[in-house]
């Protein structure tokens, strides 16, 4: 039983990344449209705020072991 509801909880806390990661390269994409000359800034700032983005997902994962 509690396995059930562990794999229910992650999958709930994998749409809050999801989300957020969708978002994110969206904007950068729509950024560097406009501003291509900007596109290197973008791109790091990009991959940092990703790797913040999936900490959430793997915290949540960890926390489906722990509880």
Known sequence: MTGDIATIGYGLATIGPGIGL???VAKTQ???AR???V???LRVNMFIGAA???ALGL???AAG???
Do not use: K, R, W
């Open 59 to 61: 915290i949540g994962f």
């Open 39 to 41: 596109a290197g800034p």
């Open 52 to 54: 913040l983005v999936e």
């Open 30 to 32: 729509e950024a560097t």
């Open 22 to 24: 969708g978002l994110l």
């Open 65 to 67: 072991f722990v509880f």
């Open 35 to 37: 501003q291509p000359e």
